[in-house]
């Protein structure tokens, strides 16, 4: 294949009239398909069906330690839930309370709890003049839009092959004490699908904070969302390595079974220090009498453990496989060597990195939507939906069949194909 | 019976004397009860454990509009649950933003935003040197527990037999612009067991507040909580009163289905304005991509509609009538006439208010528990746990069963008359 960037002017205008004519060719298909959020599809869904035949009128509703499910109590979840998602987290169950169906919201709990209250007794962020947060690009939208809402700067870090760009990260936390946090999805990062190398995890914690509420906001969103089985991505205990480092404050973990059972309707979790998790508790008491135990026992009586977990992932992995081939298989053949694009090859997770040429990525969002493909928008990756560059596009293969994704797949390479003729051309006048 | 005000020294020494051993013989008996908070009893739960069954591997998840509820989506709740929940809270379903499992934690996240984000666009709380509530006592240790958190200045408005003081309310709220909200308990108040009449609700509804952001916190948690079929307190729609006295955003009603199925796993909801709703949701939209559909399916299908859900309140008011006749019985035959406290008879909800003299319900609550019976801490019932006058007890009967609540109560009274005999002596030297 012949880069276009090597094309000449006629070359470029000739394929842009053939590419031209086939993408109405496809808009005539009047094409329905949404790539655009990390949805799980309908036969993902069906994978956990049994899981509602846990529980019913007939079971015991006590938990291992003989509380009443259905009664008030447990504000840190149930014991067996506790385990199951600390073993998830691979931390202890100690550190581990278990909140109601929503990471996202313990995130966001968690932020607006430094802003009244701060961080173990430091001062409440809404009192200080500048908080900062660094956010690795691309990224995931919902973190972003946490701390814009706060009215927190968010600060791009890029997000290299093995996590975000320490340097830069290090000089910021080291020396900026407006510099309150940072988002990670270490393992499988959306939308990348790279994981954090070792010495990444050990630079993480090995910071020596200028700002004493600092705190490393660990999103352990894909920790079991393998695609293979012979690649599996792993990656160090974050909270270990920050006790080791004499840090043991300095990390939050989020997780849930959102991507696990179902979106909406899982339990989530979050593990940090003892310390931590004391000032947690002693806002979350104020919050709440306490979260879903019953779907709690229903998690932990459905998966028994961790074990049962991994085997329930492996089915999932079966299904995103095809999905992420599908997409990979058409970028691969119909981009190879253009030079008008790279992407990523996760070994897990639910997403696709795509960097288009610089300028073409909101055209091509655009163009994919004109004819029926609504893509997650252009810049949602980065804070306040600004890429520099606009050249970063997330694809989430998770909800269309592979047969749609195919399809949606050829739509976007034509769109990318056509965009980034125009924009040589563009440059060549 | 002798009011104990009435007797003289020798005659209250002789008493003291004859309960005191009374007394150390209950002690003996090595009671281990727990009447401290509003706990359903095991045989309420066991009411809605067909609930459990509604929802299963073979039923259809999706909503009345064909929404797969396993997703993600309906930030606003589904539809069915929205109408559930509105005809419980006697609003319109556009008007009900359906949430998790606590009605307590959407309060919390309404002072959390208000705090942070201010209320439709007014000042952030946490940037005004003195924010007030009205706290209407007694009242709810929660409510009180939220604004204390946030360090909001609480003042106390005594809550008279058909709602709080409004000439005090009115005073308040008309003319200092620092309150910024009331606590209520509009239906069988927790704890004195009283509804609002419609002259205080129109009352509420016509408030002319100094502060653009003053609301009224209706929590609406005994709704449907009465316990006799033929005396059964009856309020005005506040919302709808708001909306005649020109005051459409003044109020936020929250309520939830903890005591309807089961406490931790129910669904809870606000209602309000259009306009308040809207800014509500915009906070909602960062802070979570949705609550638990499944379980608000599982909700909607149980009940089919609210008048399914009011067959199954006259279960619940069957067990509850006993619990707080045994109370009432023993009170009545124990304490009439002695002029040593008073106490509520409440057609609703889940406790029984008691007055002791003053200066005793400390004292009282410890000689219960020292004995083995505990009780809501004395003052909890008041902002700061201070109670002026020491003299509120809440009793919550929900939980033991009637027997025990019997015995229970044995034990009160006698508490109550030991505590007050020492009052009466003490006063005497």
Redesign the interface.
Known sequence: MKAYRNMNKEELLALREQLSAAYEDVKGKGLKLDMS?G??G?SQ?DL???M??V?????D?RTVLGN??????DLDGIGECRRLLADMMSVKKDNVVVC???S??IM??TV?RS???GVNGST?W??LDKVKFLCPVPGYD?HF??TE??GIEMINIPLLDDGPDMDLVEQYVNNDAAVKGIWCVPMYANPTGISYSDEVVRRFANLRPAAEDFRIYWDHAYCLHHLYEDQQDEILDILTECEKAGNPNMVYIFASTSKVT????GVSAIASSQENIEFIES?MT??????????QLRHSRYFKDINGMKEHMKKHAEIMRGKFEAVLEVLDKELEGLEIGTWTRPHGGYFISFDAMEGCAKAIVAKCKEAGVVLTGAGATFPYGKDPKDSNIRIAPSFPTPEEMAQATDLFVLCVKLVSVEKLLEAMN
């Open positions: 959020r949805k799980p309908f869904l956990s069906l049994p509602l035949d529980i019913n009128s007939s079971s509703m009443d499910t259905r009664n008030y109590g109601g169906n929503s996202l919201n966001y709990d607006s802003m009244t209250k409440p809404a009192q919902r839009k946490i809402y706060f179902f979106p909406g309707s806002q104020v919050q709440t009498i306490g979260h879903d135990k019953i779907n």
